[in-house]
């Protein structure tokens, strides 16, 4: 079982950044990949990020050059970096994990291929 917790959300202007944090609980060796979803009220749970355990990386279009994911094995902790934010980011933001061997280079971006997920923390960005 593992658990995850994400913080470092908050509010920002147009063009600024936020890291957000999602720390690992519980049985971190099970883990084969990880990714960064995001939920906009009344709006479907979007795949902004996902990352393998070999280091391969996923990225929604639209974020592509403005976020990066990344993962610290020594905390135990995933990480999204996002820079030049924009209003359309604003979003609840959750951490996922999955214990399910995934044989394809990319790792995935659909939530229906992750097994574990946070209680998400709030982005907002207002221009």
């Known amino acids: 079982q593992v658990q995850l917790a994400e913080s470092g959300g908050g509010s920002v202007e147009a063009g600024g950044s936020l890291r957000l944090s999602c720390a690992i609980a519980?049985?971190?060796?099970?883990?084969?990949?990880m990714a960064w979803f995001r939920q906009a009220p009344g709006k479907e749970r979007d795949g902004v990020a996902a990352?393998?355990?070999?280091?391969?990386?996923h990225y929604l279009h639209s974020v592509s050059d403005r976020f990066t994911i990344s993962q610290d094995n020594a905390k135990n902790t995933l990480y999204l970096q996002m820079n030049s934010l924009k209003p359309e980011d604003t979003a609840m933001y959750y951490c996922a994990a999955s214990d399910l061997r995934w044989w394809l280079l990319v790792p995935p971006l659909s939530s229906s291929d992750y097994t574990y997920w946070g209680q998400g923390t709030q982005v907002t960005v207002s221009s």
């Open positions: 519980g049985d971190a060796s099970i883990i084969h990949h």
């Open positions: 990352l393998k355990t070999s280091g391969r990386t």
